[in-house]
T-cell receptor, first 111, second 115 residues
């Protein structure tokens, strides 16, 4: 089967840097995506890594190591508005279009 | 441009009733997903449409759940004989390309409560 593991909660202060880890187990792999979801809101896409390495988009970066089945989301210069849940997600193996989300990491940014 | 819209935003029904949830994807998006999300959990895949056809319905929990997308745009998720355990937020997402690795655009969801 497929599974993704993330820490349930992370707390940091404004201006800090935080890393949210995701380890996955899949029998096939297309890439790792990250989504942000504010309370009561819809998930919004942040990034997608198909290849090993770091992808940077503004204050957010995402990293993937396929050999370690591991990725992380790095948030820099934290702002209060970054308080949200963050989900990593993968597509299930070849032949299906099932998309699997982790249980999410709740990030609390403190003033 | 307009994003993904879902109606109704809230639906309260009684156990055993039938409900329909509607999703209007972004115009031109051929890929459409339905998920459901319980409190504190990630979205749970239900079904994927590519155009008019359900390319993957492996996430539908049982035969009480059914979804259609007759003209390749609007989709309706139908739940028969609702049960209290069906209570959740039902999310719809669309994407320009097949597969899902590219960006999925989510609607605001329909919060279903089964009493």
């Amino acid at each position: 089967g497929q599974s993704l593991e993330q820490p349930s909660e992370v707390t940091a202060v404004e201006g800090a840097i935080v890393q949210i880890n995701c380890t996955y187990q899949t029998s096939g792999f297309y890439g790792l995506s990250w989504y942000q979801q504010h309370d009561g809101g819809a998930p919004t896409f942040l990034s997608y890594n198909a290849l090993d390495g770091l992808e940077e988009t503004g204050r957010f970066s995402s990293f993937l190591s396929r050999s370690d089945s591991y990725g992380y989301l790095l948030l820099q210069e934290l702002q209060m508005k970054d308080s949200a849940s963050y989900f990593c997600a993968v597509r299930a193996p070849s032949g299906t279009y099932k998309y699997i989300f982790g249980t999410g990491t709740r990030l609390k940014v403190l003033a | 441009g307009a994003g993904v819209s879902q109606t109704p935003s809230n639906k309260v029904t009684e156990k055993g009733k039938y409900v329909e949830l509607r999703c209007d994807p972004i115009s031109g998006h051929t890929a459409l997903y339905w998920y459901r999300q319980s409190l504190g959990q990630g979205p749970e895949f239900l079904i994927y449409f590519q155009g008019t056809g359900a390319a993957d319905d492996s996430g539908l929990p049982n035969d009480r759940f059914f979804a259609v997308r007759p003209e390749g745009s609007v989709s309706t998720l139908k739940i028969q004989r609702t049960e209290r355990g069906d209570s959740a937020v039902y999310l719809c997402a669309s994407s320009a390309l097949a597969g899902g690795e590219n960006e999925q655009f989510f609607g605001p969801g329909t919060r279903l409560t089964v009493l």
